[in-house]
């Protein structure tokens, strides 16, 4: 099992950026998907980005060209760059690792005032 802490949320005004990371407490390596999800009050909990072990990613429709997800597996992280941010980015953000570990983080709240 790997230990996933984000961080990197807060508050910020529509149009700004924010950088979220994920550390994990032992190697990401062979999790073949590490992704992003957010959750939004009264939502669902919705993909935001993932990428593979070799660096393959996807992106939810709503956040293309915003957002930036990245790996880096010697420091087992995983970062979210986001851009452009909109009232509608308002959520906890939570690091997800998949098969075989399948964990997730305690989540880091974004919020976008406008």
């Known amino acids: 099992q790997v230990q996933l802490v984000e961080s990197g949320g807060g508050l910020v005004q529509a149009g700004g950026s924010l950088r979220l990371s994920c550390a994990a407490s032992?190697?990401?390596?062979?999790?073949?998907?590490m992704g992003w999800y957010r959750q939004a009050p009264g939502k669902q909990r919705e993909l935001v980005a993932t990428?593979?072990?070799?660096?393959?990613?996807n992106y939810a429709d709503s956040v293309k060209g915003r957002f930036t997800i990245s790996r880096d597996n010697a420091k087992n992280t995983v970062n979210l760059q986001m851009n452009s941010l909109k009232p509608e980015d308002t959520a906890v953000y939570y690091c997800?690792?998949?098969?075989?570990?399948?964990?997730w983080g305690q989540g880091t709240q974004v919020s976008v005032s406008s």
């Open positions: 997800n690792a998949g098969y075989p570990y399948n964990s």
């Open positions: 032992g190697s990401i390596f062979s999790a073949g998907v």
């Open positions: 990428i593979t072990r070799l660096g393959g990613t």
